[in-house]
């Protein structure tokens, strides 16, 4: 579909037109891509100058949404997300700051080829163009994805929520002011603030190159079933643990109360623990001490059950549900094999662990696990961006396609193969006579 | 979605019952994925071997597939397409033992950090899992695609043409034959031959990694419409070259006949000629004598009639038709940035040249327009996965986001993200007390 076509599509199919604001964005976007790793540090950095410069009039405008949000009874878990105060706001403006001193992800030359004489190939990496970014109350995201978005060459159209509707306004703001200070067309930041934006948004084929949702399972899903862009971002987060029949069961221990109760909420969190039936009856009950003394509720299949008679029964439900509380679902499992099966069944390819002190237990199930982390003897807690070194994080992906697991600002750039010749012509090396290919790799 | 939620989706939503042959290859996937590379090797060699010495079954085949297509006046571009012979087969077993010489895409360590003392990450290319490839009447792609499957340590599920349901039969079972002599499970090779296969092939979420589809252009937009697994091909293929004010003349004239006439129907063959209008007057003639030599025939803006007042008048709808043929669209441009902007307009993200001696003109060519190729001074139609050096190619994507433009073996791999640590939990690296990490870079 060429871009003029989905403007009609998208016209047509939405009563909101959000044309205009992104043909600016993809027109700024353009102008930004281009620009050298300084330029667009310099413009971080004014970014955060801005922001620290109208920190007043931003934690006013988040006042003013914390207000309304208590007269509108908003849940306590959002309404902490949604309160900025000095110390929080300070500390997202030195999260700026740290992304101009990340990598720049574009310009790589990722590939090298002479093809012939004269005639060389590079795979160089390039900003996507423009993104689409839908997150609850967070204001704090508008800074990093902001900053995020600029070092990597590309645009943004955020979209937040309309608890956040006064503080997103505000960062947006000062953020654009930051970087018209730099000489950087602020329309390569957008906000967008309405319900039915989000629809026409996801409408914007042609326009926006990526879309990254954030927020609960079901609103991920809505968004990969109603649009034709990519969609970067993980609806379920199944995680398990499999405890071998030669476990250390202190690390098990460990690392399941690590990945259960730290941050239960956490995508990353385990949902199902798996265990060889060879040392269930020894293993679960020193486990199910362990976890109820953080008041982790067990439920359990028949052989669970069996040895932890006050377990509530699992059902084949279960095995398919993200809790994201402090519940564990536990199962028996023969083998190997069937809790790699398990887990490639009901799992959703976030990140799954084996305890074993076994190597080739380990190397059997990072090799057969379909998952974008397979961990032996850690915590599936560590999936996440940060912890992996990338310094930021963008999302986490369970597609199998890269990118896949946490994404870094890699998630954010594509390629493009430059070919230079000099009259250069296909026939040359076709038919008869054709004269062979050099195929000289030039990367050092 | 869980697995298990995608077999009651499929189940329900068609007639044809996938499910079984789904798992078997999934099965047999999961245990090719871990084979070392001589294994894969020794298996694609196998499969040569089947098919030489199943040659005559092969041949026999496909010539009842010919016969019965005269009798339906298949298209003669689709008939030769369709025929094998001695030559032709052998050519493909040939192209079936370089896929052995082919570096193995699995396996590769893209990314080594040490989190902590005893914890290290890695991220390794893995098989994607199971491929399933839609193709119209070429028996020959079975052969490649089967080994480009192997070598990469996937399953295949194959959808050939109806007219070459013989033609494939044989082929597949000489190819299931190999496999199952170098002691590979053969059911990590599927042939499906009918139209309603194709459908509930669609809706095998979970099962399916990725679909190629190949075939003409309303096809993949078909399958591109109705499934939510992802996708590699392309539907539309328009290509522009930019004949820039400071062009050399002969080096465009040659690169328009090459890139238009040598394979018109070729997704890398050119639809639009872009002319600056300093040059026009001069240039045009030049190449409308070039091309009309060639038989092509030339449709213009107004600034093109002006010139070449025998033209085809070009409407609106010119630019954006990929004519598959010998036809050329010329339309005059009054600056460099008008060019770029008509290609973004109206391009396919697939390829695009400027023809130029100005190094920065070419420079901001390749900077701004969208599209996986960006070409200085040679012919689109260097856009090929064996003349980029890939070896084999598994298709053209014109995405955004990678793999994207002509796709190798990478294009079937994606990755996986292994931790090994010794008891390992989030919570030495949290909190007041946190431990920091290292995050050293342990690739050489």
Redesign the interface.
Same mark, same amino acid.
């Given at each position: 579909?060429?871009?003029?076509?989905a403007a009609t599509t998208n016209s047509t199919s939405s009563a909101v037109d959000l044309l205009p604001i992104a043909q600016r964005t993809r027109a700024a976007a353009?102008a930004l891509?281009?620009l050298p790793t300084a330029t667009k540090n310099r413009a971080i950095a004014a970014i955060a100058d801005a922001l620290e410069a109208q920190s007043e009039a931003i934690l006013a405008a988040n006042a003013a949404d914390c207000e309304a949000a208590i007269a509108d009874q908003l849940a306590k878990p959002l309404y902490n997300r949604l309160k900025l105060d000095a110390v929080k706001l300070a500390g997202a403006i030195a999260g700026v700051r740290d992304v101009a001193k990340l990598p720049d992800p574009v310009g790589t030359v990722q590939l090298h080829?002479e093809?012939d004489t004269g005639?060389e190939?590079q795979r160089i990496s390039a900003p996507? $163009?423009v993104l689409g970014v839908i997150f609850e109350s967070r204001p704090d995201a508008v800074m990093q994805i902001s900053s995020l978005a600029v070092k990597s060459g590309n645009g943004v159209i955020l979209k937040g929520g309309k608890e956040a509707v006064c503080s997103c306004q505000a960062l947006v703001t000062a953020i654009r002011a930051g970087l018209e200070a730099a000489g950087v067309n602020p329309e390569a930041v957008q906000l967008l603030t309405t319900r039915e934006e989000t629809r026409a948004m996801l409408a914007l084929e042609g326009y926006l !190159?990526?879309i990254i949702p954030r927020g609960s399972n079901s609103f991920v899903?809505f968004v990969?079933?109603n649009t034709?862009i990519?969609v970067l971002g993980h609806? !379920?987060g199944?995680c398990h643990l499999y405890v071998d029949q030669v476990a !250390?069961f202190? =690390?098990a221990i460990?690392?399941a109360?690590?990945?259960k109760v #730290?941050y239960p909420s956490a995508c990353n969190a385990i949902e199902t623990l798996l265990v060889h039936e060879a040392i269930a009856a020894d293993f679960l009950p020193q486990l199910a001490t362990a976890l109820r003394q953080h008041g982790v509720e067990l439920r359990g299949d028949a052989l669970t059950q069996s040895i932890l008679p006050d377990v509530t029964p699992a059902t084949e439900a279960d095995w398919?549900t993200e809790y994201s509380d402090l519940v564990l679902a536990i199962k028996g499992v023969d083998s190997l094999s069937a809790a790699i099966a398990h887990i +490639?069944?009901?799992?959703?390819r976030h990140t799954d662990a084996i305890v074993t002190e076994d190597p080739e237990a380990?190397a059997?199930f990072?090799?057969?696990v379909?998952?974008?982390?397979?961990?032996? +003897?850690?915590?599936t807690?560590?999936?996440d961006g940060f912890?992996?070194?990338f310094g930021a994080e963008v999302g986490i992906s369970t597609?199998?396609?890269?990118p896949?697991?946490?994404v870094g600002l890699e998630g954010l750039v594509?390629? =493009?193969?430059?070919?230079? #010749? +000099? $009259?250069?012509?296909?026939?040359t090396?076709?038919g008869e006579t054709a004269k062979p290919?050099t195929?000289k790799n030039l990367l050092s």
């Open positions: 579909m060429t871009v003029s076509q353009q891509a281009p080829t093809l005639l190939l996507l $163009g !190159d990526l899903r990969q079933d034709r990519p609806a !379920d199944i !250390d202190e =690390k460990q690392i109360i690590d990945a #730290g398919a +490639n069944t009901y799992g959703s380990a059997t990072r090799s057969q379909n998952a974008a982390g397979v961990y032996h +003897n850690c915590s807690r560590f999936a912890r992996y070194g597609q199998t396609m890269p896949r697991g946490p594509t390629y =493009k193969y430059h070919l230079i #010749g +000099n $009259g250069h012509i296909v026939a090396y076709s290919f195929h």
